[in-house]
T-cell receptor, first 115, second 107 residues
Framework: GAGVSQSPSNKVTEKGKDVELRCDPISGHTALYWYRQRLGQGLEFLIYFQGNSAPDKSGLPSDRFSAERTGESVSTLTIQRTQQEDSAVYLC?????????????FGEGSRLTVL | GQNIDQPTEMTATEGAIVQINCTYQTSGFNGLFWYQQHAGEAPTFLSYNVLDGLEEKGRFSSFLSRSKGYSYLLLKELQMKDSASYLCGRLGDKLSFGAGTTVTVRA
């Protein structure tokens, strides 16, 4: 597609349930990021995929969070046993390369509300 | 992360100039991004600096000093539509952002 696509755009779930968020990056973009943004706050780095390299998972806040990427295409972020503190907008972004050429293009985000 | 610091809020008058400062950790530095984010929307790219100096792009300019670990975003001839959050992003082995500066433009 023309841009980064994320789904669902909105998700309301009950505490303790698992959720899966999906990101379709721009075709040909080798780098893919997930960020979390709580209301009124900045972007919190979660995980970074670059080509076939091992992902940088250093930002994942707990073992309830995991992410996968199929080659250089779709990525899914999974949150198990959701907690109210997980409520946030989850933003996905992709770029042509992970380094200096890599202007990031963001999706519209998935807004997660945990009741 | 990466000790990226920027002011939380700034207020300015329409037509004025505002400078948003950003300081960051210098080790492993590969470049500095600025993004604009309107409320409820995704961030959009404004500028990228990898060499020292000033990059001008219309009403917006961005400056970098690698030795000082310092950058600023300069917004000139402020318009109401410039009211937004401005995110300083440091590129190391990955791209990390500061908490953002909320700029409010008053008539």
């Amino acid at each position: 597609g023309a841009g980064v696509s994320q789904s669902p755009s909105n998700k309301v779930t009950e505490k303790g349930k698992d959720v899966e968020l999906r990101c379709d990056p721009i075709s040909g973009h080798t780098a893919l990021y997930w960020y979390r943004q709580r209301l009124g706050q900045g972007l919190e780095f979660l995980i970074y995929f670059q080509g076939n390299s091992a992902p940088d998972k250093s930002g994942l806040p707990s073992d309830r969070f995991s992410a996968e990427r199929t080659g250089e295409s779709v990525s899914t972020l999974t949150i198990q046993r959701t907690q109210q503190e997980d409520s946030a907008v989850y933003l996905c972004a992709s770029s042509l390369a992970g380094g200096a050429a890599g202007e990031l293009f963001f999706g519209e985000g998935s807004r997660l509300t945990v009741l | 992360g990466q000790n990226i610091d920027q002011p939380t809020e700034m207020t300015a008058t329409e037509g004025a100039i505002v400078q948003i400062n950003c300081t960051y950790q210098t080790s492993g530095f590969n470049g500095l991004f600025w993004y604009q984010q309107h409320a409820g929307e995704a961030p959009t790219f404004l500028s990228y600096n990898v060499l020292d100096g000033l990059e001008e792009k219309g009403r917006f300019s961005s400056f970098l000093s690698r030795s000082k670990g310092y950058s600023y975003l300069l917004l000139k001839e402020l318009q109401m539509k410039d009211s937004a959050s401005y995110l300083c992003g440091r590129l190391g082995d990955k791209l990390s952002f500061g908490a953002g500066t909320t700029v409010t433009v008053r008539a």
